[in-house]
T-cell receptor, first 112, second 115 residues
Framework: RKEVEQDPGPFNVPEGATVAFNCTYS??????FFWYRQDCRKEPKLLMS???SGNEDGRFTAQLNRASQYISLLIRDSKLSDSATYLC?????????????FGTGTQLKVEL | EPEVTQTPSHQVTQMGQEVILRCVPI?????FYWYRQILGQKVEFLVS????????KSEIFDDQFSVERPDGSNFTLKIRSTKLEDSAMYFC?????????????FGQGTRLTVV
């Protein structure tokens, strides 16, 4: 099993659609979880942290299921500007610092 | 808003040459990292640095690579003898002192092209 696994997509959706991304991780001892967004040839930018209780930020909702080692991201009412690659990121917390492990990313294209 | 800055934005070098990539992390952060992303591939961890020493490194970070914090603000990645396969985007990142639930903030990256 890959350390962090995502469906690479692309997901092509019309503006206004709801889209869901899934991610699984292999290390049950992983401590923290994030969704980052990456635009073409740019740096990853934090979209949101993911908590066991689930969390919402506007149109974005993230869920974590530790038992299944599964993370999800839901985007409602998608906008053209949401087009990007969404990276599932897991922090294993080893040694004296943090090590973020990235999934390959899921590409989203929102179309008119 | 505080940000991580990297220089140069693009570096072209000949195979076998040494390169130094520079980063200025966010000022109150204590953990520093280098990641790389080969074109079309995922972001890969190279090394983390805390309290003036390497805290973890990946298999990619072999003897060709070294990191240094030469002063209170800069954090550098040196590649001693570049290979064609070192061509990638190199991202510097930093995070706050807390260990758990700490996101990392990334610089805009240095695109390294080895010819």
């Amino acid at each position: 099993r890959k350390e962090v696994e995502q469906d690479p997509g692309p997901f092509n959706v019309p503006e206004g659609a709801t889209v869901a991304f899934n991610c699984t991780y292999s290390n049950s001892a992983s401590q923290s979880f994030f969704w980052y967004r990456q635009d073409c040839r740019k740096e990853p930018k934090l979209l949101m942290s993911v908590y066991s209780s689930g969390n919402e930020d506007g149109r974005f909702t993230a869920q974590l299921n530790r038992a299944s080692q599964y993370i999800s991201l839901l985007i409602r009412d998608s906008k053209l500007s949401d087009s990007a690659t969404y990276l599932c990121v897991v922090n294993g917390v080893t040694g004296g610092g943090n090590k973020l492990t990235f999934g390959t990313g899921t590409q989203l294209k929102v179309e008119l | 808003e505080p940000e991580v800055t990297q220089t140069p934005s693009h570096q072209v070098t000949q195979m076998g040459q040494e390169v130094i990539l520079r980063c200025v992390p966010i000022s109150n952060h204590l953990y520093f990292y280098w990641y790389r992303q080969i074109l079309g591939q995922k972001v890969e961890f190279l090394v983390s640095f805390y309290n003036n020493e390497i805290s973890e490194k990946s298999e990619i970070f072999d003897d060709q690579f070294s990191v240094e914090r030469p002063d209170g603000s800069n954090f550098t990645l040196k590649i001693r003898s570049t290979k064609l396969e070192d061509s990638a985007m190199y991202f510097c990142a930093s995070s706050e002192p807390q260990v758990l639930n700490t996101e990392a903030f990334f610089g805009q990256g240095t695109r390294l092209t080895v010819v």
